[in-house]
């Protein structure tokens, strides 16, 4: 009974859903739908879908994840997808044929295809929450999706510019050089085809994936997707917004685990003149007391702009420069490019020819002009060259070099209009021969790939690779930074946004280039770069050729304010650390939108993030600014300078250039190392951990901390440290429970600081003595 007006009333509202369509479909000019269903079937949880134009498949990947392959190919070619690593597919599915419409369920997630046209519902738990339509253009060519809007709020899509929410905007997905950007511009240099939605009362997630050149509208009137190619692979995710990204890095690979001193402090210029002045640099800031983990060698460290190779004129001894650095605990990151220098004494260019790792263009090498002159591009496609390309950073590693950065992979090229190479250009695309156009996206985390794969398997250690232009699973091999910005006020704005958008697209370790990277940042804003940079996972500055210096030291007048955030990054770095494992084990991002951990309501909120799970930070993004409004979620919250508590709602809060608001959770264990760190390399002789307790409103807190030696492998081997703490008080009592888990053996003292009423204190039991509010352990 309760089954058959079930279906009723989900065959009206089929019925009000395809009016709709036809609706949608009319506004596109009268596009060619995709005719009706003409045979189909199910085999092995697969269904197979014949429209008089196209194909579909769908199939559940894994649980409560959608896959729908379409294509307008006679037969589904065999396809590699960059992004997706997940081989699973759940063939427990569940199968029925309806006069309208043939529905294969999982685990309450039902799909409809009907039989009209190649029209999709996604049903979670009988609600239906998304829509969509798939269809050929005129010509044959391309493939689009029209979805049915019905209230959502768009984010994701990793790197655009412009607001945190992406509803009622339109993007391009093709990666694209772009000195220079400013709000409004799109696309940028990364694509990332997955975003989440947000609608009234439930979400999903969506990824596109396909390399080629593709399109997103995310208006009312408008809400629909297309690909410049004959294929592709829709992915919906299902359940709440943590269950969504962990689904979408469970296909796409979760976060690499790099080493801890990628989150360190950074400093970088394009470029530091000479081995002389990368020591200036170096002692500069040893001199005036401020952490550095890494020196950048940007392109001027190379011989006329060839990789792997160094200027000799100007950097006569990298390896005596590297080793001074080394002792004073500061490694550096070298530049590589992908074009390779058409020159017949360059070895690499030779041994390149000899290997044939080039792309071919009508019938010889691919050549395209960027910073060494003529270039050829390694097809990174190809497993082989990969190999190649790996093996060349043995020059690098034997100069003593610790990290490495890709640049220009987008790929960019001089002096064309397309900015990159000719749509015809010839790719392996692991053994799917096929042209730049259907592939182009993949460039850059087919590098990034070679890249890491590379120098992890010389160095056998954890790889620091920081990487430009890139596409969906390049979280499985390096860090994002967001590219040529510009020292103003709108992009310290948009590195938030886009860190938020990127952390919610499965990319975490990302940064802008501190102080802006084309001209030259006032101190008010370089200081609230560094402030907010204390908090974003990647902290490096960085600036452009001909600008003015943009070191930390060189801000005088507020350089004890730069300071005092520079040494809080490296105070936290217990906390971080623990927040990147969290990353690498779950896909779960370091910052984090409110949303995430409080809900719809906290939608709005684009100023403000979380680091971790336990703090808001409310950076200063405006100039001259002596309030802000802070909206804090339920609990009790600790402004972490001050110690004063807010409770939820927004608060007017004053400030000064000093600080920004800054609140620790109620109910959060913080653990820090409360000692002086110049890198992170430091740590080798001294870690001793202090945890911070800040209580809830039931006298209540918890936390964990991860440790390992940082940088080997040993971790995988069960090398690391997992501490758990609990803490309860009872008046003026409090007990506390602390349990390892892990093999790392580590000397180090543990001091917890407790709040000010407590007065005795047990741990696992045994009574300890407090001193100063503090015990040890
Ligand atoms: O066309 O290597 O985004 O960070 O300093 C400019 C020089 C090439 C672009 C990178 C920038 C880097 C610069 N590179």
Not at 560 to 569: G, P, T
Not at 700 to 709: F, H, I, K, Q
Request: hydrophobic share 35%.
């Amino acid at each position: 009974m309760k089954r058959t007006y079930f279906n009723i009333v989900l065959s009206l509202f089929t019925v009000l859903v395809a009016c709709s369509f036809s609706a949608g479909r009319s506004r596109s000019n009268g596009q060619p739908a995709s005719g009706t269903l003409e045979s189909y079937s199910f085999e092995d949880g697969v269904l197979t879908l014949v429209y008089q134009k196209i194909k579909t498949t769908i199939q559940f990947v894994n649980d409560g994840v959608v896959k729908i392959t379409t294509t307008l190919l006679p037969d589904l070619p065999p396809r590699h997808s960059y992004a997706v690593i997940e081989k699973n597919r759940d063939t427990r599915v569940s199968f029925t044929d309806h006069e309208n419409y043939i529905a294969i369920g999982y685990n309450g997630i039902e799909l409809r295809a009907s039989k009209a046209s190649c029209k999709i519902e996604l049903y979670d738990s009988s609600e239906l929450i998304y829509s969509s339509e798939m269809y050929p253009d005129t010509r044959n060519e391309a493939l689009l999706v029209a979805a049915v809007y019905n209230n959502e709020r768009f984010f994701g899509l990793g790197e655009k510019a412009g607001d945190f929410e992406l509803t009622n905007r339109e993007f391009t997905m093709y990666n694209q050089d772009n000195f220079g950007y400013t709000y409004d511009t799109d696309p940028l240099y990364v694509t990332i085809p997955f975003y989440i939605a947000i609608t009234d009362n439930n979400q999903y997630g969506v990824f596109f994936d396909s390399p080629a050149r593709s399109r997103f509208s995310f208006k009312e009137s408008d809400y629909s997707y297309s690909i410049d190619d004959k294929v592709f692979d829709l992915y919906i995710f299902t359940g709440d917004v943590k269950k969504i990204i962990e689904g979408y890095t469970k296909l796409t690979g979760r976060p690499y685990f790099p080493p801890i001193w990628g989150f360190g402090f950074h400093q970088s210029r394009w470029s530091y003149e000479s081995q002389e002045e990368v020591l200036e640099i170096a002692s500069n800031f040893r001199d005036y007391d401020l952490p550095l983990d890494a020196i950048h060698l940007d392109i001027g460290f190379m011989n006329n702009n060839m990789d792997f190779t160094h200027d000799s004129d100007d950097y006569p001894n990298p390896g005596e420069m590297n080793n001074i650095l080394k002792a004073n605990g500061i490694k550096t990151v070298a530049m590589v490019d992908p074009g390779i220098k058409v020159e017949s004494a360059y070895p690499i260019y030779n041994s390149g020819v000899e290997s044939d790792v080039f792309c071919r263009y009508e019938g010889s090498y691919y050549t395209g002009e960027v910073w060494p002159g003529n270039c050829h591009f390694p097809d990174f496609t190809k497993g082989s060259v990969r190999e190649w390309w790996g093996g060349l950073y043995a020059n690098l590693l034997a100069l003593g070099i610790a990290g490495y950065w890709n640049d220009m992979n987008e790929p960019s090229i001089f002096n064309v209009e397309s900015k990159t190479m000719p749509d015809m250009v010839r790719m392996y695309n692991e053994g799917e021969e096929s042209h730049h156009k259907y592939v182009h996206n993949a460039y850059g985390i087919s590098m990034a790939r070679a890249s890491h794969e590379g120098i992890q398997s010389l160095t056998k250690k954890r790889v620091f690779l920081l990487n430009r232009a890139a596409y969906s699973g390049i979280q499985r091999y390096a860090f994002l930074w967001t590219g040529d910005n510009t020292a103003d006020w709108d992009h310290l704005k948009m590195n938030l946004y886009m860190a938020m958008n990127l952390a919610l697209s499965g990319i975490p370790y990302v940064g802008a280039d501190i102080g802006g990277f084309i001209d030259s940042p006032t101190e008010e804003l370089f200081t609230r770069w560094i402030q907010m940079g204390a908090f974003i996972p990647y902290m490096r500055d960085h600036t452009c050729l001909g600008t003015e210096y943009q070191e930390p030291y060189l801000f005088t007048g507020c350089l004890d304010i730069i300071r005092k955030y520079m040494k809080l990054r490296y105070k936290l770095l217990p906390y971080l650390y623990t927040a990147v494992y969290e990353s690498h084990s779950t896909g779960l991002p370091i910052v984090r939108p409110l949303f995430l951990e409080y809900g719809r309501d906290y939608l709005d909120i684009q100023n403000q993030f979380m680091f971790g799970t336990d703090f808001v930070v409310a950076p200063v993004l405006e100039p001259g600014a002596t309030s802000c409004e802070v909206t804090l979620p339920p609990g009790i919250w600790y402004e972490y300078f001050s110690g004063e508590t807010y409770g939820a709602g927004t608060h007017k809060i004053d400030i000064s250039i000093e600080d920004i608001p800054v609140f620790v959770r109620g109910g959060s264990i913080i653990p820090i190392y409360d000692f002086e760190i110049k890198s992170t390399d430091d740590l080798h002789s001294k870690r001793d951990l202090t945890l911070r307790v800040y209580p809830d409103s039931e006298g209540y807190a918890e936390g964990s901390v991860y440790e390992d030696d940082g940088e080997s492998l040993d971790y995988q081997q069960g090398l690391f440290l997992n501490t758990a703490v609990q803490y309860k008080a009872d008046g003026r009592h409090a007990e506390i429970t602390i349990s390892t888990d892990g093999d790392f053996d580590i000397a180090r003292q543990i001091t917890i600081e407790l709040p000010d009423d407590i007065d005795s204190v047990t741990i696992n039991g045994k009574p300890y003595a407090i001193e100063n509010h503090k015990v040890v352990f």
